[in-house]
């Protein structure tokens, strides 16, 4: 099976805009996870997608959204970019019986100038 | 609010020698604790899991102990190799969805 995907995988953006992440879940998997990684604070919990519908979010603020369509692919949208959103922001697939194992796609590095 | 921490920045050991990978949490709640391993530009890679009605789950060269008293787990490796090196994230689960809770990650390098 193909892994996790995510594009693009760099991403340069300046404050103010707005930036759309993908992600293909490995086939089967129905849940779909983001997380954002910055230096010296591990991955943070950004939210959970099954089956279309958000089913958990972390703290972080409204500028920070997603959705899930019918195939499983999961999109984020950040919106009024701070420099603070330069990170690698992370996905993960699972399959329902599994929800301790996740798999990590690659991730998209954003940087905000 | 950090409910899973790994205090070790870094860690350097001899290849053939034990690396032992330390996490503490605070959360009570947390029923799985994972560790995932992650190489540079590539994403995390689940290692080894272990329940919270456990106090041991041994695969290959990775141990992980769970000391609940003291909310406390540890990852053993041993031997270790080389291709060891990599930074370890320490992730912690509830009951409930998905979430997982990560520790800022130690990077470990082993040296030949």
């Known amino acids: 099976k193909a892994g996790v995907t995510q594009t693009p995988r760099y991403l340069i953006k300046t404050r103010g805009q707005q930036v759309t992440l993908s992600c293909s879940p490995i086939?089967?998997?129905?849940?779909v996870s983001w997380y954002q990684q910055t230096p010296g604070q591990g991955l943070q919990f950004l939210f959970e997608y099954f089956s279309e519908t958000q089913r958990n979010k972390g703290n972080f603020p409204g500028r920070f959204s997603g959705r899930q369509f019918s195939n499983s692919r999961s999109e984020m949208n950040v919106s009024t970019l701070e420099l603070g959103d330069s990170a690698l922001y992370l996905c993960?697939?699972?399959?329902?019986?599994?929800?301790?194992?996740?798999?990590f796609g690659p991730g998209t590095r954003l940087t905000v100038l | 609010d950090q409910q899973v921490k790994q205090n070790s920045p870094s860690l350097s050991v001899q290849e053939g020698r034990i690396s032992i990978l330390n996490c503490d949490y605070t959360?009570?709640?947390?029923?799985?604790f994972l560790w995932y391993k992650k190489y540079p530009a590539e994403g995390p890679t689940f290692l080894i899991s272990i329940s919270s009605i456990k106090d041991k789950n041994e695969d290959g060269r990775f141990t992980v102990f769970l000391n609940k008293s003291a909310k406390h787990l540890s990852l053993h490796i041993v031997p270790s190799q080389p291709g060891d090196s990599a930074v370890y994230f320490c992730a912690a689960r509830t009951e409930y969805g998905n979430k997982l809770v990560f520790g800022a990650g130690t990077i470990l390098r082993v040296k030949s």
């Open positions: 959360n009570s709640m947390f029923d799985y």
């Open positions: 993960a697939s699972n399959e329902l019986s599994s929800y301790n194992e996740q798999f």
């Open positions: 086939s089967g998997h129905r849940s």
